[in-house]
């Protein structure tokens, strides 16, 4: 039995892990898009953004 939930216990941990690095992946993508578009927006004048 003990076996059995250990193994549980791995899959439930290894999906959860999976979807959190998913979860990642689309923020960074989202912040890609918008340093993307702040570096086209100063290219075109003002500074819309501190860093």
Do not use: N, Q, T
Not at 1 to 26: D, E, H, N, Q, R
Not at 27 to 47: K, N, T
């Amino acid at each position: 039995m003990l076996p059995l939930l250990l193994v549980l216990l791995l899959v439930v941990i290894l999906f959860g892990a999976g979807f959190a690095v998913k979860i990642l992946w689309w923020i960074a993508l989202v912040v890609l898009v918008l340093w993307l578009i702040g570096f086209v927006a100063r290219s075109g004048g003002g500074r819309w953004y501190r860093w």
